[in-house]
């Protein structure tokens, strides 16, 4: 069975612009979360999302928007990227009380 | 939710040695859960310990429990070049809604071959 996937993998953006990051939990799982982490900390929560609903969302600025697709798959989107951005983005599908997570997206903004 | 403290921040070891790391929380909780970071990758789900328990196994890994001291520690006995990882730990608060664990800054173990 294939786990959670995120793409892409890797992301360069410059200042100002916006970027999309996209995720696909694992078959059967309706919950989906995403976090940031900067170099050096552990994993921050920006969104959760179940059945396409918002359940939950972390102290991140209005520039950080998120959603959920009929086929449970999400998008996280950060507008007017800051340097302060740049991080790894993980997405994480929920069974229960564990999650799962994918890889991540690093994003680095110049 | 609520947010565990991992203690310590960094630890070093030899191959063959226990790696013992601790983690600390705030108010009540439902269960708690250890993860694994190895080197910018995904976080990788560990072990679940439920309030009613005080220690369960899982291959290698102990993991402890003290709801009265608010407190779990997380046990890797003879440790492997392998275990080289961050290790995070998430209290499911007992109140209950969303489970949305919240990390700490995690321990950084280093086992040197």
């Known amino acids: 069975d294939a786990g959670v996937t995120q793409s892409p993998t890797h992301l360069i953006k410059t200042r100002g612009q916006h970027v999309t990051l996209r995720c696909s939990p694992i078959?059967?799982?309706?919950?989906v979360s995403w976090y940031q982490q900067v170099l050096g900390q552990g994993p921050q929560f920006i969104f959760q999302?179940?059945?396409?609903?918002?359940?939950g969302r972390g102290n991140f600025p209005d520039r950080f928007s998120a959603r959920q697709f009929p086929n449970y798959s999400s998008e996280l989107n950060v507008n007017a990227l800051l340097l302060g951005d740049s991080a790894l983005y993980l997405c994480?599908?929920?069974?229960?009380?564990?999650?799962?997570f994918g890889p991540g997206t690093r994003l680095t903004v110049l | 939710s609520q947010q565990g403290e991992e203690d310590p921040q960094a630890l070093s070891i030899q191959e063959g040695e226990n790696a013992t790391m601790n983690c600390s929380y705030k108010?009540?909780?439902?269960?708690l859960q250890w993860y694994r970071q190895n080197s910018g990758r995904g976080l990788v789900h560990l072990i679940l310990?439920?309030?009613?328990?005080r220690e369960k196994h899982s291959g290698r890994l102990r993991v402890t429990l003290d709801t009265s001291k608010k407190s779990s520690s997380l046990l890797i006995t003879a440790s492997r070049a392998a275990d080289t990882a961050s290790y995070f730990c998430?209290?499911?608060?007992?109140?209950?809604?969303?489970?949305?664990?919240?990390f700490g800054r995690g321990t950084s173990l280093i086992v040197h071959p």
């Open positions: 994480a599908s929920s069974w229960g009380n564990e999650q799962f």
């Open positions: 078959s059967g799982h309706k919950s």
């Open positions: 999302y179940y059945e396409k609903e918002e359940r």
């Open positions: 108010t009540s909780i439902n269960n």
């Open positions: 310990i439920r309030s009613n328990e």
């Open positions: 998430a209290p499911l608060p007992a109140s209950g809604g969303s489970y949305i664990p919240t």
